[in-house]
């Protein structure tokens, strides 16, 4: 079965700083897609970022940005420039299309404080 | 905008009281889900459903059920409530696995 683990329960950064948020995952699957969700005080869960295994290339959103390792099956993401409006609990997310389930997998988050 | 409406911010209620939880969506999509989210335990599914009157067990559905008389809406039942289902709940629906999930606001519920 699929697993996905978030080492880092909770993170700082200073504000402008760039900051990097771990995820790894276990698959025995090819064809996957990844994802970052942000969960802010208001509870309302909202996608930060995608990324397709298939592509090679790391998906950028603004000042946010992964580094996909599918050998290593690692998908951190890095946020430059943190505002205060990044602190958030962040979730990492594993969704495959041959599971046939269409569920997702999530990690158990990280919690991001900002300081200002 | 995508739109997913949970019925309820906040719950309380008894051991022993029948829960609905009520889900929402403004599109006609299939696939819906529930999860519960736990401190440190990240969010867990429930049941998820992909067409009206279809379900399956997530990975923990011990306690719970469902209903999907409608496509747009996805009703989560709790049938006896206990101490051990107080949680935050969140609905979800997915058009297609090439898209997100597009959550509720989540219904925090406290059994007392």
């Known amino acids: 079965a699929q697993t996905v683990t978030q080492s880092q329960p909770e993170m700082s950064v200073q504000e402008a700083e760039t900051v990097t948020l771990s995820c790894t995952y276990d698959?025995?699957?090819?064809?996957?897609?990844l994802f970052w969700y942000k969960q802010p005080p208001s509870r309302q869960m909202i996608l930060v970022i995608r990324?397709?295994?298939?592509?090679?290339q790391n998906a950028t959103e603004n000042r946010f940005s992964v580094n996909f390792q599918k050998a290593a099956k690692s998908f951190s993401l890095k946020i430059s420039d943190s505002q205060l409006g990044d602190a958030a609990m962040y979730f990492c997310?594993?969704?495959?299309?041959?599971?046939?389930?269409?569920?997702?997998?999530f990690g158990t988050g990280t919690r991001l404080k900002v300081l200002a | 905008d995508v739109k997913v409406t949970q019925s309820s911010r906040y719950l309380v209620k008894r051991t022993g009281e029948k829960v609905f939880l009520e889900c929402v969506q403004d599109?006609?999509?299939?696939?819906m889900f529930w999860y519960r989210q736990d401190p440190g335990l990240g969010l867990r599914l429930i049941y998820f459903?992909?067409?009206?009157?279809?379900?399956e067990k997530g990975d923990i559905p011990e306690g719970y059920s469902v209903s999907r008389e409608k496509k747009e809406r996805f009703s989560l039942i709790l049938e006896s409530a206990s101490t051990n289902q107080t949680s935050m709940y969140l609905c979800?629906?997915?058009?297609?696995?090439?898209?997100?999930?597009?959550f509720g606001q989540g219904t925090r519920l406290t059994v007392v």
């Open positions: 997310a594993y969704r495959s299309p041959t599971s046939g389930t269409y569920k997702y997998i």
């Open positions: 698959t025995s699957e090819s064809d996957y897609y």
């Open positions: 990324q397709e295994a298939y592509k090679q």
């Open positions: 599109m006609d999509h299939e696939n």
């Open positions: 459903s992909y067409d009206v009157k279809m379900k």
């Open positions: 979800a629906f997915s058009p297609d696995l090439n898209t997100e999930a597009f």
